[in-house]
């Protein structure tokens, strides 16, 4: 996912991150309490308004005597305004009975009040219409006059047994894979029974967490616990075709500052309840104006064992943007010795250079790289030497100026490093045969740097090691991204996922290089892994073992455990570590993801690392 990379969340207002954020609104309201709407427009019920569709059958019509009664308000960010729900619902599930009035400033009406509103039908797209998402129906430019207070304020509840099996149906080709224009079905589809209820206000019971609180307050659970679950309490996303349905994002109508610090396995235990909003980052989204109370029950960072004498451990860590300028390096180094227990080799990915962010021409990475080491020793570990190729200057993506590329770290007493000069930005290294094995023609080296599929995306950087005689070829990856894939909950399904044509043609790259790496010696052990960016059923893993060239080695864990990262309520694999025939037919290895960030909402990257122990 991304990493977030791949995968961004929402703010606490639908429209923007923070209230400072501020992105255009669907219009410039004009707001009054007790004014008598327009005389020509038609009297109309919310369900009439909200219609059987995704959009409304009423779209930029005048309509008044819009009934109902005040659940929740927003006073504060660019979306203020209120949820109405009406009391005398039709016998239609497919139409909701809330909907959104948005008055663009603090308005003047509370939960309980029966009004009457007048306004304007208006379909806003958060994120806007390239972004691909559902359109969430609004009142605007509103009049509203206050009938009576003090009113029960109306409640749906969500559980297991009201959301379906299904996620989405099927778009329609004829409007380039839309579902806005078919009718719901709420009893058959996730995503249609969600829509069913946009703007009423929702209440579901104690709950599981399966996303931990993010820097922007939010969190997901799950409705429905029994669906795939984790080892730990999450809910994995094993499939294209089998999503999660009972995921939920929760958000705070409240100050920010009380909402509840959840790791994933926790439990949002009592009633939490709130209007059902849609937002650009993650969709529906229950805001909630009563929140249920935080139950810690998730587990702990988790540690692997340490590797044996004649075991050669090999890790892949994302330790997210790292420069001299952070403060994580006693974190990332107490990681890497304390859960890790001191790992051989370490790929490390995102890496940047000395000076960060800062857009100066600076591509070295020697300050960051020395600082991680320093810390690393400080923490009671390895002196680590380290081998890394510096890009050329904003040419491998990532954050502007950062000049992330990927490193390795190694133990240079249990292991010993082959140095062969030649390998800078640009040259290719290429595989040659010495003393009968497979050798590489620099090593650190860089694989294809001038193929296209590594157009501003990190080069893989290749190296040679030998470990008590063994020589392994080690492979260290950091893929593109999933930004710019459409959302699950996209108006567009299936989702298109137009970053994987990149990451396809880089995983071709690296299978390539491998095949002749193996066409040289078959036998070879070569370690290929690192952040790719993509799932272990993935066409781009696919791509990465054609030919039984390599083998994603997170698949000999049992389901429940394949996960690497956690979005949007769903525990998947981004980071994986593969392996040659040689390695695999020995059969004398172990994998272990070791859930130390993803689950945490005190992360310190947002990706877990993930260790191989093998016998070469």
């Known amino acids: 996912m991304p990493s977030k990379s791949a995968h961004p969340a929402s703010a606490v207002f639908s429209r923007s991150r923070l209230a400072a954020l501020t992105v255009a609104t669907a219009c410039c309201a004009s707001y009054a309490v007790a004014v008598t709407g327009p005389a020509h427009a038609a009297t109309v019920a919310v369900h009439d308004i909200q219609g059987t569709t995704r959009t409304s059958p009423l779209a930029g019509q005048q309509v008044a005597g819009v009934a109902g009664v005040v659940t929740a308000v927003r006073t504060y960010g660019s979306s203020r305004g209120f949820w109405l729900q009406d009391t005398a619902p039709d016998d239609d599930p497919a139409t909701s009975e809330g909907v959104f009035v948005f008055t663009g400033s603090s308005p003047a009406v509370r939960p309980g009040d029966a009004v009457t509103v007048a306004g304007t039908v208006s379909e806003y797209v958060p994120g806007g219409a390239s972004s691909g998402n559902q359109s969430l ?5 509103p009049t509203v006059t206050v009938v009576s207070t003090g009113n029960e304020v109306p409640v749906t509840t969500v559980d297991a047994q009201s959301v379906p099996a299904a996620y989405a149906p099927a778009g329609d080709p004829a409007a380039g894979g839309s579902v806005n224009g078919l009718t719901l079905r709420p009893t058959k589809y996730a995503l249609d029974y969600y829509e069913s209820l946009e703007g009423e206000n929702i ?9 931990a609180t993010d820097p922007y307050a939010e969190l997901w659970v799950t409705v429905k616990p029994g669906e795939h679950p984790t080892a730990r309490g999450g809910t994995r996303y094993g499939s294209y075709t089998s999503q999660n349905t009972g995921r939920l994002q929760i958000q705070s109508l409240g100050a920010v500052a009380d909402f509840p610090a959840a790791d994933v396995g926790d439990v949002l235990a ?3 309840e709130g209007p059902l909003d849609f937002n650009q980052f993650g969709g529906y989204t229950l805001v909630a104006r009563e929140m249920g109370t935080l139950r810690e029950t998730g587990p702990g960072r988790e540690t692997t064992r340490a590797q044996g004498r004649g075991e050669l451990a090999v890790a892949t860590y994302n330790v997210e943007n790292l420069d001299p300028t952070d403060a994580t390096f006693e974190e990332h180094a107490a990681a890497i010795v304390d859960h890790l227990k001191s790992p051989d080799i370490v790929s490390l990915e995102e890496i940047q250079d000395n000076n960060g962010a800062k857009d100066d021409g600076t591509v070295a990475a020697d300050v960051t790289l020395t600082k991680l080491t320093d810390a690393i020793v400080a923490a009671g570990g390895p002196r680590y030497a380290w ?6 200057d904003k040419q491998d993506g990532g954050e502007p100026g950062g000049n992330i590329r990927q490193a390795f770290l190694f133990n240079p007493e249990r292991v010993s490093f082959t140095d062969r000069a030649g390998g ?4 290719a290294v290429g595989v040659t045969r010495e003393h009968g094995r497979a050798a590489l023609t620099a090593s650190p080296g860089r694989i294809d740097p001038a193929n296209a599929a590594w157009l501003n995306s990190r080069k893989p950087l290749a190296g040679e090691f030998t470990f008590r005689g063994k020589h392994v070829i080690v492979v260290a990856n950091h893929f593109a991204s999933k930004g710019g894939d459409q959302g699950l909950t996209s108006q567009y399904q299936p989702p298109a996922r137009s970053s994987e ?4 043609a880089q995983a071709e790259s690296v299978n390539s290089f491998v095949k002749s790496v193996l066409k040289v010696q078959r036998s070879a052990d070569v370690i290929v892994l690192g952040d790719i960016n993509d799932f272990e059923f993935s066409g781009t893993a696919q791509r990465l073992e054609a030919g039984g060239a390599l083998w994603s080695a997170i698949k000999s864990l049992p389901r429940e455990e394949r996960y690497t990262y956690d979005y949007q309520g769903n525990s998947q694999v981004l980071d994986q ?3 040659s025939p040689s390695i695999r037919k020995k059969g004398a290895f172990r994998y272990d993801s070791v859930h130390i960030n993803s689950e945490f909402h005190d992360q310190i990257s947002d990706h877990d690392p993930q260790v191989l122990r093998v016998r070469p």
């Open 137 to 141: 129906t609004e009142l605007t430019k």
């Open 203 to 211: 209440r579901i019971g104690s709950s599981r967490v399966v996303t």
């Open 270 to 272: 009592g009633r939490t």
């Open 387 to 392: 081998r890394s190729i510096d890009p050329q």
């Open 424 to 427: 800078d930005a640009t040259t």
């Open 501 to 504: 044509t990149q990451r396809h």
């Open 577 to 579: 570590i593969l392996i």
